[in-house]
């Protein structure tokens, strides 16, 4: 019985030995979501990923070059983990990689910096102001907000008035500090340190975009097998 | 007869449920209540904002059925009436911006997501200029 517990501790000592030895050659990578460059650089992988490796990887590993951009290239290239994987696997062909996280980087190649000219934002800018004051003039107009207040008056006060204009001027400036309140801004001020629904808007819609352009721009993601 | 109060009767009544249903739907479509509760904090007291809502329409519906007047020739009263009105109403003016997705698409079209801020300011004080120049000239031209 004695005999038996040695070896059993043995073997599963060689176990756990064999285990440390599997660790001990585990590339962990994790794709970065999105990479920005501004110039044609080749693309290494520390850039394009999380890396958690054993040292005799090391530096080797990080600067290995993944992605080669041409100036060909759109101004999206999408790096899919198999590419990267397989890069590795010929370099260091003995070790074994896990992938966690997104199973794509999108590069996005910044042509120039982006100038905003100030006769377009101008432009926007008197659009939406015009706009939206249109906009608020159709509202009140469709649900009679004329009337609807000439009675609101009369209600509290019992008086009959054409022109309700202690009650319009400041449901006039509520409408602007309720649109504010709601977007949780004052000019540059805000009320407390969550997003505001326009942030949390314009994250959803960039995630919206990245996700298209990691399923259309890879081209390993869609196969057509009767090649027409 | 009581057909007629009870068809009366049960027409209003159905009238009313697709009304306020409907106005329920809307605002829980906006997210204003919980945008409200998340600025002050008080997540826990919801169900008072919700009987708010509703003792709010049945109210003020039931005041504007009945010719009565209030009689309250309170000036301070009356401006603080029209400042929440014009608040849910912006609010609500808002949200519908924010429901249609517009400023997100329209800043990141032509490379103005810095200027974000100035473009929303630009919305906000179109409303407010919008507004009283209806009250102040364009109703009574």
């Known amino acids: ?228 | 007869m009581v057909i007629e109060i009870v068809a009366v009767i049960l027409l209003g009544l159905a009238g009313g449920l697709a009304v306020g249903s409907g106005f329920v739907a809307f605002l829980t479509v906006l997210g204003i209540i919980p945008r409200l509760t998340q600025l002050t904090k008080t997540g826990r007291m919801i169900q008072a904002y919700e009987w708010a809502v509703i003792l709010g329409a049945v109210c003020s519906g039931w005041v504007d059925l009945r010719d009565h007047s209030l009689h309250m020739n309170i000036s301070l009263i009356i401006i603080l009436i029209g400042l929440f009105c014009g608040l849910f109403i912006g609010m609500l003016a808002a949200a519908l911006t924010e429901v249609l997705n517009v400023i997100p698409i329209l800043s990141k079209r032509i490379g103005l997501e810095q200027q974000l801020l100035t473009l929303l300011m630009a919305i906000v004080l179109g409303k407010i200029f919008g507004s009283l120049f209806q009250w102040l000239y364009f109703n009574h031209v």
Not at chain 1, 28 to 49: F, H, P, W
Not at chain 1, 140 to 148: D, K, R, T, Y
Not at chain 1, 203 to 223: G, P, R, T
């Open chain 1, 1 to 228: 019985m004695k005999q038996y517990w040695v070896s059993h501790t043995k073997w599963k000592r060689n176990q756990e030995m064999q285990e440390v030895k599997m660790m001990a050659n585990t590339i962990y990578i994790r794709m970065r979501s999105r990479v920005e460059t501004k110039k044609y650089n080749n693309i290494t992988l520390s850039q394009t990923a999380q890396i958690i490796a054993p040292d005799q990887y090391f530096p080797g590993l990080p600067n290995l070059i993944v992605c080669e951009l041409k100036k060909a290239d759109n101004q999206l290239v999408v790096l899919d983990v198999m590419h990267v994987i397989n890069i590795i696997s010929v370099h260091f062909p003995d070790c074994e990689v896990q992938t966690i996280g997104p199973t794509q980087t999108i590069i996005e190649i910044i042509r120039e910096k982006k100038i905003t000219s100030i006769p377009l934002f101008l432009i926007v800018w008197l659009l939406l102001f015009t706009g939206s004051g249109l906009a608020i003039l159709n509202f009140h107009e469709e649900v009679s907000m004329q009337i609807v207040h000439q009675k609101l008056y009369w209600i509290i006060t019992g008086q009959e008035n054409v022109k309700p204009l202690l009650l319009q001027i400041p449901y006039s400036f509520g409408i602007g500090m309720g649109m504010i309140l709601f977007f949780n801004h004052i000019f540059k001020k805000r009320f407390n340190e969550e997003p505001s629904p326009l942030e949390i808007e314009m994250f959803n819609y960039q995630q919206d975009l990245d996700h298209y352009v990691a399923i259309k721009e890879n081209n390993e993601s869609v196969k057509r097998l009767d090649g027409d």
